[in-house]
């Protein structure tokens, strides 16, 4: 039977920087790597939390970079880290963020090159949802 993680035997975890970086890796290498053509300037795993300027209590896990340094993309450690405690994530949690960030920041990425800007677009919106959830 499934144990849930806040009880004996938990699974919760915090990786430490070094860790995720590995899973990181493994991740990119098993990715085509035509996503990464033009990203002069990597994926960058920062130590660093950034929480939202403007929502706090909500974490910015990854931001995709166009400017004077290239194109880039910055994941936050202490993002994925802060979440990770108040969420109580396991092994596999930390996996399916990691991926789904990294897969994110790529699409923007890969919009940038074509010119588009449809996940930004869904992002803005997505903030706007949250700003009014949280001032109510």
């Known amino acids: 039977t499934d144990q849930p993680l806040h009880e004996a035997g938990e699974r919760r975890m915090i990786l430490t920087i070094d860790q995720v970086n590995a899973l990181l890796d493994g991740m990119a290498e098993a990715l085509p790597p035509v996503l990464f053509e033009g990203l002069n300037g990597g994926v960058n795993m920062l130590e660093e939390e950034k929480p939202d300027p ?18 880039y993309i910055n994941l936050y450690y202490g993002s994925f880290a802060a979440l990770a405690e108040r969420e109580e994530w396991d092994q596999e949690a ?14 923007h990425h890969m919009e940038n090159l074509g010119g588009l800007h449809s996940l930004e677009d869904r992002d ?5 949802a949250w700003r009014a959830e949280y001032e109510d």
């Open 54 to 71: 403007e929502l706090p209590e909500v974490y910015i896990l990854g931001e995709y970079c166009d400017g004077c340094l290239g194109l």
């Open 124 to 128: 803005a919106a997505e903030m706007e």
């Open 94 to 107: 930390w996996e399916a963020e990691l991926r789904t960030t990294l897969s994110h920041e790529l699409t």
